[in-house]
């Protein structure tokens, strides 16, 4: 199994951060999409998800444009679901420090296996 760890490091530039104007407000940001995909470190096969982020801004948010770039880049990456959520968990942790993030991986079925991954924390 090979996964490209230096450039799943490499994809977190790609998230550009801008300042929440409403640093005061609780409010949620949700993303959601189905465009997510990368190769499967064993086959090389792709990989399809829908993807889920929700997240409640502190001072800073996300540039929308730069999600679907950091999205786009995984799609010829070889690397494993747990990976992937974890990755994409941290960018977004280490980028804005929110509230609230969570992340959910939803994995195409594959083989008559549904599967589902998901990553919470709540900062109060």
Same mark, same amino acid.
């Given at each position: 199994?090979t #996964? !490209?760890?230096?450039?799943?490091k490499?994809?977190?530039?790609?998230? #550009?951060?801008?300042?929440n104007?409403?640093?005061?407000?609780?409010?949620? $940001?949700e %993303?959601? /999409?189905?465009?997510?995909?990368?190769?499967?470190?064993? /086959?090389? =096969?792709?990989? %399809?998800?829908?993807?889920?982020?929700?997240?409640?801004? !502190?001072?800073?948010? $996300?540039?929308?444009?730069? $999600?679907?770039?950091?999205?786009?880049?995984?799609?010829?990456?070889?690397?494993? =679901?747990?990976?992937?959520?974890? *990755?994409?968990?941290?960018?977004?942790?280490?980028?804005?420090?929110p509230?609230y993030?969570? $992340?959910?991986?939803? *994995?195409? *079925?594959?083989?008559?296996i549904?599967t589902?991954?998901s990553? #919470?924390?709540?900062? /109060?």
């Amino acid at each position: 199994m090979t #996964e !490209d760890l230096n450039k799943l490091k490499e994809i977190a530039e790609i998230l #550009e951060e801008l300042p929440n104007k409403f640093p005061e407000a609780d409010y949620p $940001v949700e %993303f959601k /999409t189905s465009e997510l995909t990368s190769l499967c470190p064993f /086959t090389g =096969h792709p990989d %399809f998800y829908r993807l889920k982020i929700k997240y409640k801004p !502190d001072k800073s948010i $996300v540039e929308l444009k730069s $999600v679907k770039l950091y999205i786009e880049k995984f799609r010829n990456l070889r690397t494993t =679901h747990e990976t992937l959520l974890n *990755v994409i968990f941290e960018d977004f942790k280490s980028l804005l420090f929110p509230r609230y993030l969570f $992340v959910e991986l939803k *994995v195409n *079925v594959r083989g008559g296996i549904k599967t589902t991954l998901s990553r #919470e924390e709540n900062r /109060t």
